[in-house]
């Protein structure tokens, strides 16, 4: 095939692993400079199709890789990241770069300092490429909702990459960057990670800093990494794990070397399936495909259980209160004083905050800043916000229970594989229910790992979701490779 047909395919089967770029760097049969170069050549032939990047940080990727060339050059030992190129999710700000969060109320917006997380991965080594698009403010699951027109899934351009991280996942399936950076608040990594074949991952609430994230709803929103395996997701989560003192609810815990807990095999492990993610709405294909990864697991010397679940049916209602609320908070900041868009035609100060929050926020945005204001209001505080609450405690008592007999749980994804463009934008109500398998976790503050668990009939990607208790990663990372050696 021509280089130029290559170039062409949106899709890439098998990239190459963190481990096989490392060997080439040390070695020297690959420069960081050239492979940040052909990344961008790849980024320049693919993007007008897809539309992942937002914007490139080029000086900076290239500045970057040419330190990693000179220690390389040099002899001297090379970082646990060096010369990998990543992609960033446009919620998470990169001093200089535009930060936009899909939203048009961001635009021209240059945040003076990097997130936490972008700090740690070119700390490493890592070679940043630029800014992903996403949902506005990470708000959706189809990637529909960003101001900067939706991604298109490598797998199938007619269908969603999901959302709100749908630009991260496409990336990494497209080989338009190894690997990426995104956030999950309520299913923002597992579902487009689910949508287009690749590994992500939910850390635990507190595991990676929020320092530097977009706020959407600050009690749910994690940074996570998305890969092509399961060894390098679970190497970038370690790089850009641990405590930070510019996050307040960031964990002490200390951080294990999760790729070496994902070597050890998945054999003895117990895993829980819940009755209650395989029931009506679940589409038939991706139930084939997900009982497949379970009889792989079995197959592994994993034991297999029941486990019940059963506030299950109440966490859409309790994510899109608690969620709305707090993002009706975190979005009081863009007035149209402090960052980005202001509205030109405005003869007061209360007509400009009005005009620019009016043309700056999406549909999407507006709908949740109104149902949050209202959940929030005198009256009907107790009634939804509070009751809210008191459900979310319940289903994370549950996980908790179901989590003192077995180790990992595994659901699947998604309900459907990647759905089709438009397909679901007249009825947001479709939209939040398809996340039923994603909030309990973002509700419990667990972790968990989605990989690529088959296909359907029409090579479509599913994904399973397994899930773990607080802080316990590697053990979804264990059985997230035994699925993946399973090569369903
Ligand atoms: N799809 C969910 C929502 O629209 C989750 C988004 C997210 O995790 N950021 O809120």
Redesign the pocket.
């Known amino acids: 095939m021509s280089s130029e047909a290559k170039a062409a395919e949106n899709y890439v089967e098998k990239p190459k692993t963190l481990a096989e770029l490392r060997a080439e760097f040390v070695s020297g049969q690959t420069k960081a400079v050239d492979l940040a170069a052909s990344y961008y050549d790849r980024i320049a032939s693919v993007n007008p199709r897809l539309n992942v990047y937002l914007s490139l940080t080029k000086e900076r990727a290239l500045e970057q890789a040419a330190r990693v060339d000179a220690l390389a050059a040099k002899g001297d030992p090379l970082p646990l990241l060096a010369g990998v190129p990543v992609g960033i999710k446009d919620v998470l700000v990169m001093k200089g770069a535009p930060a936009t969060a899909g939203s048009k109320i961001l635009e021209g917006y240059r945040p003076p300092y990097d997130a936490t997380a972008v700090a740690k991965l070119e700390a490493a080594g890592a070679v940043l490429l630029g800014k992903i698009n996403c949902?506005e403010f990470?708000?959706?699951?189809s990637n529909e909702n960003s101001a900067y027109g939706p991604v298109r899934n490598p797998v199938d351009t007619e269908r969603v990459p999901g959302?709100?991280s749908g630009g991260s996942a496409a990336a990494v399936a497209a080989n338009m960057a190894v690997a990426t950076l995104g956030?999950?608040?309520?299913?923002?990594?597992r579902?487009p990670a689910s949508f287009c074949g690749v590994v992500g991952v939910l850390p635990t609430y507190g595991r990676v800093s929020r320092y530097g994230l977009i706020a959407?709803a600050s009690s749910l929103d994690r940074v996570g990494p998305f890969a092509a395996h399961v060894r390098d997701a679970a190497t970038l989560l370690g790089v850009i794990a641990g405590n930070d003192p510019k996050d307040a609810t960031s964990s002490p815990a200390p951080v294990p070397d999760f790729a070496a807990e994902s070597d050890k095999p998945a054999e003895g492990l117990r895993i829980g399936v819940p009755a209650e993610y395989f029931a009506e709405g679940l589409d038939p294909e991706v139930r084939a495909a997900i009982e497949k990864g379970i009889a792989a697991l079995k197959a592994a010397g994993c034991t297999v259980k029941p486990v019940s679940l059963p506030n299950t049916k109440y966490a859409v209602p309790v994510?899109?209160l608690i969620?709305t609320a707090e993002a009706s908070a975190n979005l009081a900041r863009f007035d149209g004083v402090r960052y980005g868009y202001r509205s030109p035609a405005s003869e007061t100060l209360s007509d400009m905050y009005s005009h620019s929050r009016d043309e700056g926020f999406g549909a999407e945005v507006k709908r949740r800043i109104l149902l949050g204001t209202y959940a929030l209001s005198a009256g009907y505080y107790d009634a939804y916000y509070l009751k809210a609450q008191q459900v979310r405690r319940l289903l994370a008592e549950e996980y908790l229970r179901a989590f003192a007999e077995v180790d990992a749980i595994v659901t699947p994804t998604a309900p459907t594989a990647a759905f089709k463009l438009g397909e679901k934008t007249g009825d947001p109500l479709a939209?939040?229910l398809a996340?039923i398998y994603?909030?309990t976790a973002?509700l419990a503050g667990i972790c968990g790992v989605t990989v690529p668990c088959g296909k359907t009939a029409a090579g479509l990607p599913v994904g399973m979701q397994v899930l773990a208790a607080h802080l316990n990663e590697g053990t979804a990372f264990r059985v997230a490779r035994a699925v993946e050696a399973a090569g369903i």
């Open positions: 949902d990470a708000m959706g699951s959302g709100s956030s999950d608040t309520g299913g923002s990594i579902q959407f994510y899109y969620a939209m939040y996340d994603t909030v973002s």
